[in-house]
């Protein structure tokens, strides 16, 4: 889970840092549009991360033959985000020029960001066969696909951004073809291997496809997938409309350090993913009570991990910062030096909200978490944010602290709705016909 969780973030992380010799607009082109582009994609991907929680708590209760339309399901949704992206594309450029970047900025990013949105259907694909593989207790196909990804996107990106083996140098739009490419080739490995039943899935094949249960998927999977996406989106305002207007470099230097931290958060991310399959399999065997160890065991995997990220980053903060550095960009790791170190107070507060909001996914709990996200997102971070940069000068400085807040807060409210014990009552899955 922690390699298949890893594969998006690892694409833009390697677009950035490969496209740094091109200078810190470069940078802020493809660092900012790989966020861009997956603020597009989130509302999908967060719909289909139920089709785990219905797969796991259905083999949990013995009926792993009836999971395979769940798989169906999540596909049809991967379909109309495809679609949905490719119609967004004449958008991008319009709604970039109302923002603050510099006009090659810009002109970079539309055209970085018209091409990876190309590949939304490809990753919302993976994204549903690797839920339905993960939940039937099987996360090593997605783990295949997201290194089938990475790989590729890696080796294309010294391909076409520098001109590399008789193609042509295409910098920030070879990075994007690189990534767009590498994206379908892992999602035609799981369609293959789902098509063929690969990786001890039950050969049954998907029959009473039926709209009311579709419904019923997306009834549980739309406020997870609105959950990321107004999250998302009140983030990507701050960066696109709020620090867009403190320079290219400032942008350059946030966005390689959100890249940096995806790094830490995917694998964590993967660790939560792998405690919710557990998680979701109690609840379909009818053994509520044997979440809440599962979950301290998941904890204790992703605030380890965190935490040693965050000592990685007070240590080594300018090291880790100067992967990205070029002639042109010397002052983006002063920056981003500062941003780094403060981003080391959210990793244990990040790890506890990601362990919880997997696991409250599992179980179904969809809409209460959403509804907390939203609130903390819109009515506390973005205004607080907008008035700390914009109208106090806080800066940089000021949008870090911001972030630290808004997670512990969050955390805090994620911890609060567990200890409720409300997810114990949300039937998730329909019962089972005697």
Request: glycine fraction near 12%; charged fraction near 10%; hydrophobic fraction near 55%.
């Amino acid at each position: 889970m922690v390699l298949a969780r890893a594969s998006q973030s690892v694409i833009t992380f390697a677009d950035a840092i490969q496209v740094k010799h091109l200078g810190f607009k470069a940078i802020a082109a493809t660092a900012t549009g790989g966020l861009n582009v997956l603020g597009v994609v989130i509302l999908a991907l967060g719909t289909t991360f139920i089709v785990q929680s219905f797969v796991a708590q259905l083999s949990g209760r013995g009926d792993r033959d009836q999971t395979p339309r769940f798989a169906w399901y999540g596909l049809a949704i991967a379909l109309a985000a495809a679609a949905v992206g490719a119609a967004l594309i004449p958008l991008v450029g319009p709604a970039l020029a109302l923002t603050g970047y510099s006009t090659e900025v810009r002109d970079q990013m539309a055209s970085y960001m018209a091409i990876r949105m190309l590949s939304i259907g490809a990753i919302v694909g993976v994204e549903a066969l690797g839920n339905w593989y993960g939940g039937l207790g099987n996360t090593w196909m997605q783990m295949i696909a997201g290194i089938i990804t990475m790989v590729t996107a890696v080796v294309l990106n010294w391909v076409l951004i520098g001109g590399h083996l008789g193609a042509p140098a295409m910098g920030v739009d070879g990075a994007a073809l690189a990534s767009t490419i590498a994206s379908f080739l892992g999602f035609g490995f799981l369609a293959v291997a789902f098509w063929r039943r690969w990786g001890g899935a039950p050969t049954t094949r998907a029959t009473n496809l039926s709209l009311r249960e579709l419904g019923r998927v997306l009834r549980f999977g739309f406020p997870n997938g609105i959950n990321w996406f107004l999250e998302f989106a009140a983030f990507q305002l701050f960066v696109n409309g709020v620090l867009a207007n403190l320079g290219d470099e400032t942008v350059a230097a946030l966005n390689v350090v959100i890249a940096v931290n995806s790094l830490s958060f995917m694998p964590a991310f993967g660790l939560a993913s792998a405690g919710a399959i557990l998680a979701g399999q109690a609840i379909g065997r009818d053994a509520r009570h044997a979440v809440w160890p599962q979950v301290k065991v998941t904890l204790l995997c992703t605030m380890t991990w965190m935490g040693v990220i965050g000592l990685i980053y007070l240590a080594f903060p300018t090291r880790v910062l100067s992967l990205f550095a070029s002639e042109t960009s010397g002052q983006l790791v002063a920056i981003g030096t500062t941003m780094l170190l403060i981003s080391t107070a959210w990793q244990l507060t990040d790890a506890v909200g990601i362990t919880l909001a997997e696991t409250l996914r599992a179980a179904g709990d969809t809409t209460w978490t959403a509804a907390a996200r939203i609130v903390l997102a819109w009515a506390i971070f973005t205004p607080s944010a907008y008035l700390i940069v914009t109208r106090l000068h806080g800066g940089p400085i000021g949008a870090m602290l911001c972030l630290v807040g808004y997670l512990g807060l969050l955390a805090l409210a994620l911890a609060w709705r567990f200890r409720s014990g409300a997810w114990k009552r949300i039937e998730l899955i329909e019962p089972k016909l005697v």
